[in-house]
């Protein structure tokens, strides 16, 4: 089974600086990584699928990289609406649809 | 406007079972690929099942396998999923999500209580 391990945990940011969130895999899942943004009391919402295609509805400041077994999130300039938890899951072995624990981006 | 609600989720005792439904609208359910997902309080997300958009195909996470049953009914546009033998472990906010590789869309969640 595939265990994906996200780091760091909580990365404090201030509004209008670059954030780099981190995924990585136990062993390779190509480019089968999507990542999504979970806001307090709503539910997860997908942002990226295929390691770096956008989904519906979120700007380019958001982009994704990586494949094989690293990966990472950046939002290039944080705005106050992107302050949230991420989470990556694989979607290579599947199933399980093995997600990370989650990087809380809080204010600094 | 795509969209999945779920509800059945309250609270229940151990041992107790529970059905918890999911009503699509706004995209064809019957091509979908459907999931549960979970989340505990405070903790992060947990894959529960997948079932193919026919139903002749169905996972189960190993924390579920035998007490869980996951079903939908094309003709009324829902997806189910029949917990039994529930813990206080499977206490969490249980989504609904769509497709076989990533989720997407999304329901709000129902929250399911287990407790004495």
């Known amino acids: 089974e595939v265990v994906m391990t996200q780091s760091p945990a909580t990365l404090s940011v201030s509004p209008g600086e670059r954030a780099t969130l981190s995924c990585r895999a136990s062993?390779?899942?190509?480019?089968?990584l999507a990542w999504y943004q979970q806001k307090p009391g709503q539910a997860p919402r997908l942002l990226i699928y295929?390691?770096?295609t956008r989904a519906t509805g979120f700007p380019p400041r958001f982009s994704g990289s990586g494949s094989g077994t690293e990966f990472t999130l950046t939002i290039s300039s944080l705005q106050s609406e992107d302050f949230a938890v991420y989470y990556c899951?694989?979607?290579?072995?599947?199933?399980?649809?093995?997600f990370g624990q989650g990087t809380k981006v809080e204010i600094k | 406007e795509v969209q999945l609600v779920e509800s059945g989720g309250g609270l229940v005792q151990p041992g107790g079972s529970l059905r918890l439904s999911c009503a699509a609208s706004?995209?064809?359910?019957?091509?979908?690929?459907m999931n549960w997902v979970r989340q505990a309080p405070g903790k992060g997300l947990e894959w529960v099942s997948y079932?193919?958009?026919?139903?002749?195909?169905?996972y189960y996470a190993d924390s579920v396998k035998g007490r869980f049953t996951i079903s939908r009914d094309n003709a009324k546009n829902s997806l189910y999923l029949q917990m039994n033998s529930l813990r206080a472990e499977d206490t969490a906010v249980y989504y609904c999500?769509?497709?076989?590789?990533?989720?997407?869309?999304w329901g709000q969640g129902t929250l399911v209580t287990v407790s004495s």
């Open positions: 999500a769509g497709e076989g590789s990533w989720f997407d869309p």
């Open positions: 706004g995209f064809t359910f019957s091509s979908y690929e």
């Open positions: 079932i193919s958009s026919s139903g002749s195909t169905i």
């Open positions: 062993q390779s899942v190509s480019s089968n």
């Open positions: 295929g390691a770096s």
């Open positions: 899951q694989q979607y290579n072995n599947w199933p399980p649809g093995a």
